[in-house]
Structure formats: C-alpha cells, structure tokens
C-alpha cells in the first residue's frame, strides 16, 4: 500500500509543481497585484486598495470592448459549433478529403490573421476594383465587415476542431438504432431531429464550452488582423488588458481588468454548462 502511494505522488507531483509554477502562483500574483499601482517596473509597489476597481465602474472603454466580445462570442459559438456539426455529419458519409477541414487549426493565429488580412485587402480590393462592387473595397476599413471578416477567420479556425468532437460523438451511436429508425420509416430528417441530436447533447456541451472560452480569450487574431481598428470598433477585452498592462504601463489595473474578465468567463461558461447538460 505504502509503495503504490509512493508511485502515486511520483506520478503526479511533477504536473502539480507545473500547474503551481504556470497557473496557481500567477494567478494568486495576479490577484495581489490587482490592489497595487504597480506599472510594471521595479519602483516600490503601493498599495492602492481597491481604487483599480472603482476605476473600472467609469471605464467607458472597457466595457465597450467587453460588451463587443460578449456579443461577437455569442455569434461566434452558433456558427461555429453549426458549421462544425455540419462537417462532422459529411465526413461521417465516408467523403474523401475530409481531413482538409482540420487543416485550419494547425495554423497559429497570428499567422492566420496575417494571412486572411492579405486576403481582405489585397485580393477583395482586387476583386471588387475587377467587378466594380464597391463594398469589397477596403473591407477592414469599416466596423462592420471588419468584424465579419474577423468572424470568418474565428469559424473558419475553429469549426475543423469542433467537427473532431462531434465525430467522436456520431461514431458512438449504435448503428442499430439508425437502423431501426430506418425500417420505422424515419426519414433523414426525422432521425436526425429524433435520435442523432437528442444522442449528441454531450458532444453539444462540450462544443459550446470550448467555443465559448475560446473566442472570450480571443487575442492573436485580433491582434493580426484589425490590431482592435478602426477606431477600436473590433478591440476585444483582452487586447485591452495587454493595451492597459503595457500599453499605459498600468499592470495593477490591467490585473484587476483581467480578474473581472475571468470571474465573467467562468460564471458565464458554469452557466452554458449547466443549462445544455
């Protein structure tokens, strides 16, 4: 008994200094720092209380961008999570080069911003200057087609990742009950509506979990693509957080940003989790 405890903490114990040393000690830093004026140099740290936070009531700013994340996440993870589901249901029907759909993910996101930017500016210029369409020229200059276009980069990254999860799903349902449901007389529409959807609420939860946190955190496309312009019409709250933190040179108030920012992804992403298990 002593030695398979023994074994147990040598197992686990380099992941636990590894999860202390990255996330547990910074984000505890973090919540330290949040009360301080620290501006990131090696000037003595003053304790502010919590002027940081009072601060952040009247961040017109801040919650301008946090309002825009909000409502870019949430058209985000239905597209997502629906273009995902819809790969899932064609590469489940055996079609060849399916994999291509995944390809997308492996690509950095700075890399893809870069990418998809020329395409933006060089080839639609091109192409609307070709056909005479005025509304393809200068498409990252406006708000709006500035967040469209961030929006296709966002689903076209992430929908190859969310159509692996729902294979997984689809290829756990017995083929005797689609079989059944066939000789029933259930058409495609009716087995898909009646017994692949209700079987796939997992895969669901798990989708719009990951989706959800991830476009929150969305940083390095935004960063690539429209750098939070024009305007800042398309910053996201953490190009804010980075901006404030470094940008400013004001770290204590970009901490308590970043604290409020999690304590809002994790009520919000508990929430999703709860209401679609």
């Known amino acids: 008994m002593k030695k398979s405890k023994s074994g147990f903490w040598i197992c686990v ?3 636990l200094i590894c999860f202390a040393m990255v996330v547990l000690i910074p984000a505890i830093t973090g919540l330290l720092y949040s009360f301080t004026d620290w501006n990131g140099m090696n000037k003595p740290v003053s304790f502010a209380g919590l002027e940081n936070y009072r601060g952040l009531i009247s961040d017109k700013v801040f919650w301008r961008d946090f309002l825009y994340t909000a409502e870019f996440s949430v ?9 995902g589901f819809a790969l899932a249901l064609l590469v489940t029907q055996k079609i060849r080069g399916a994999t291509v759909f995944f390809m997308p993910n492996l690509i950095g996101g700075i890399l893809l911003g870069f990418a998809w930017q020329f395409v933006f500016t060089q080839g639609f210029n091109y192409l609307g200057k070709s056909l005479n369409i005025s509304w393809l020229q200068g498409w990252l200059s406006t708000p709006f087609t500035s967040t469209v276009g961030l929006m ?8 190859g990742y969310m159509m692996i999860v729902y294979i997984a799903q ?9 079989e059944a449901a066939e000789i029933d007389g259930a058409g495609r529409l009716q087995r898909l509506k009646n017994l ?3 079987l796939c609420m997992p ?7 990951l989706t ?10 935004n960063l690539a693509l429209t750098n939070g312009g024009p305007y800042g019409s398309t910053q996201m709250v953490c190009m804010n957080i980075y901006r404030t933190a470094f940008g400013e040179n004001d770290l204590g108030r970009a901490q308590a940003k970043a604290l409020i920012f999690v304590i809002v992804i994790a009520i919000v992403s508990l929430t999703q989790l709860y209401c679609s298990k």
């Not at 689809?170 to 689609?178: M, V």
């Open 13 to 15: 114990l380099p992941a």
């Open 75 to 83: 058209v985000a993870v239905i597209l997502v999570n629906l273009l």
């Open 152 to 159: 296709i980069v966002v689903v076209w990254q992430q929908a």
């Open 170 to 178: 689809l290829q756990s349902i017995p083929d005797n009950l689609i």
């Open 196 to 198: 692949i959807l209700p």
């Open 203 to 209: 895969a669901f939860t798990i989708g719009f979990f």
């Open 212 to 221: 959800l946190s991830g476009t929150f955190r969305l940083y390095d496309q």
